[in-house]
């Protein structure tokens, strides 16, 4: 069977990737040249279970200047309905769920696709019954969690850092956990990536009544204790103990992202909670078994240590992104959810990785190009600054609640690409979702041939090429079917999907069953 989809030909793909007249196979161009079993080692090609063009590195490929970055208020973040007022306007946030509801049923009355009664079925019939498991800080609701070492009269569970990094992996992805890298929290995190509090206070009554208290944002501080711990108005994470964080991705449906901005698009967002209320309550009681403790959460918004994302990065788990607030992986590019624990269960750290994904958002502007309210940037070049003014790529004028004001969502101290954080929300209430950019990511793609690992590996190592690969996204029939396939939708349910629609092998090396190769297995 050919590698290439059956839609599309070796010539079709060699035109959009302006090879048309090189007279160099694809393959020729990607395939790692090795002249010995020690310069593969080496090359870190055959450790981590990885593909061969993921190189880890010393650095991130986001710039990173620590003396800029304080810790950042959580509060100020674009769900926050007291930031998007500060903005755009208290009277346009209020409207927000009777313009919501207007927009929806215009939709519906218009006949568009993806609007009609057997996607409203199942949109709205999607239930997510976690209550019973909710998770909070350092403790769980869940029934009768895993009695620790003392409790049973035993030795805490102890082994080398590698060894708590496989035993860690392996329980999350039995309880429903994708992707797993951790890393040590530096003094430097704790100093300046770490939020300043949690529990963000994103509710319509405190849009007149700001800074909110803190029993709604609580700060998280660090103490020598034993144990961390919460009460009404603070979360502690222990000093005097080394801390590892983690960061991990829960599954994503391609297909529903695809259907962006429908409402099971927003079915998407949604389809990404199915177990980690399960997976949190699991992995706290598995390390409390062994004699552990955890902090953070896997499972909600609220309660979270730090930057999702700054975590991912750091960890290596993947990439920084033009739109932000995603973070690129090697493996599933953007879908899915982003979770960072942390525990003091010993384990082997990560290093960050390079696998030209955001040397690749630098020429490609599809997300942007697509955002319907112009929401993600569309600069040549990521930036230091925090110029509200700018932020997104729609017309500064257009938005006058911007002008003399800084970007006080975004976390100060890296060198991205600023996007409109506030109306991106905005937008998305307004319309009862969008999410459009996730189906348009030139990385949401499927993994039923190999031609897309050869796109992959383009990407990395041919930078030259960055500008061309935007093209194959339409050539293969990605992107928001709303814009690229309409006709599609209507057959959605005639697709023969994987369970919850997710690619469950993706993070599995060799179909899941081949050991990991050698320190530090990551």
């Known amino acids: 069977m050919s590698m290439f989809h059956s839609t599309v030909s070796r010539r079709q793909f060699m035109k959009a990737l302006g090879l048309g007249g090189a007279g160099v196979g694809v393959t020729s161009l990607v395939r790692p040249v090795f002249h010995d079993l020690d310069e593969l080692i080496s090359d870190g090609a055959a450790h981590s279970g990885r593909p061969w063009w ?228 699991s992995t706290y009681s598995f390390l409390r078994y062994l004699g552990y403790w955890m902090i953070g959460v896997i499972g909600n918004d609220t309660t979270y240590i730090g930057s999702e994302g700054a975590v991912a990065v750091l960890s290596g788990l993947g990439e920084a992104s033009r739109q932000q607030l995603y973070t690129l992986t090697p493996e599933k590019g953007a879908p899915g959810r982003l979770y960072t624990p942390a525990t003091n269960l010993p384990m082997a ?38 110029d509200a003014a700018t932020a997104g790529s729609r017309d500064p004028a257009s938005q006058p609640g911007y002008a003399g004001k800084t970007a006080r969502w975004s976390v100060d101290g890296t060198k991205a690409f600023i996007q409109d954080s506030p109306l991106c929300r905005q937008f998305g209430l307004e319309t009862g979702r969008c999410l459009v950019c996730w189906a348009e990511c030139t990385f949401t793609t499927n993994r039923g041939s190999q031609i897309h690992q050869v796109i992959r590996s383009v990407i990395s190592n041919f930078s030259a090429l960055n500008g061309q690969a935007y093209k194959l996204g339409d050539l293969f029939g990605y992107g928001a079917w709303p814009r690229t396939a309409p006709d599609k939708i209507d057959h959605f349910f005639e697709y023969d999907l994987p369970v919850l629609g997710q690619d469950s092998t993706i993070p599995a090396h060799d179909g899941g069953y081949s050991k990991w190769k050698s320190p530090p297995f990551l």
């Open 54 to 281: 993921v190189k880890e590195v010393d650095k991130p490929t986001i710039d990173i200047d620590y003396s800029l970055m304080h810790r950042h208020d959580s509060t100020l973040q674009g769900q926050s309905s007291y930031m998007r007022a500060y903005y755009l306007g208290k009277d346009r946030v209020l409207a927000s769920a009777t313009t919501g509801a207007a927009y929806e049923k215009a939709q519906i009355a218009a006949g568009k696709p993806g609007w009609d009664t057997r996607f409203q079925a199942l949109n709205n019939a999607y239930k997510r019954v976690a209550a019973a498991t909710a998770p909070t800080w350092a403790e769980t609701t869940v029934p009768a969690p895993s009695k620790s070492p003392a409790e049973r009269g035993e030795p805490k569970w102890t082994g080398t850092p590698e060894e708590g990094t496989l035993l860690l992996r392996t329980a999350i992805r039995m309880y429903g956990g994708e992707l797993m890298y951790p890393v040590e929290m530096s003094q430097e995190d704790k100093d300046h990536v770490v939020f300043a509090n949690s529990d963000k206070a994103n509710g319509d009554q405190y849009i007149d009544a700001w800074p909110p208290p803190a029993t709604a944002a609580r700060p998280i501080v660090f103490e020598a204790v034993d144990q961390p711990y919460s009460t009404t108005t603070k979360l502690v994470i222990p000093s005097n103990q080394d801390v590892f964080e983690w960061s991990m991705t829960m599954g994503g449906a391609n297909e529903l992202w695809r259907l962006a901005p429908t409402p099971c698009g927003s079915l998407a967002n949604a389809n990404t909670f199915n177990n980690v209320a399960n997976c949190h309550a």
């Open 349 to 386: 750290s990560s290093k960050p990785i390079d696998a030209g994904l955001f040397r690749f958002c630098h020429s490609c502007h599809k997300c942007a190009d697509h955002c319907p309210p112009g929401a993600i940037s569309q600069a040549k070049e990521p930036t230091f600054e925090r």
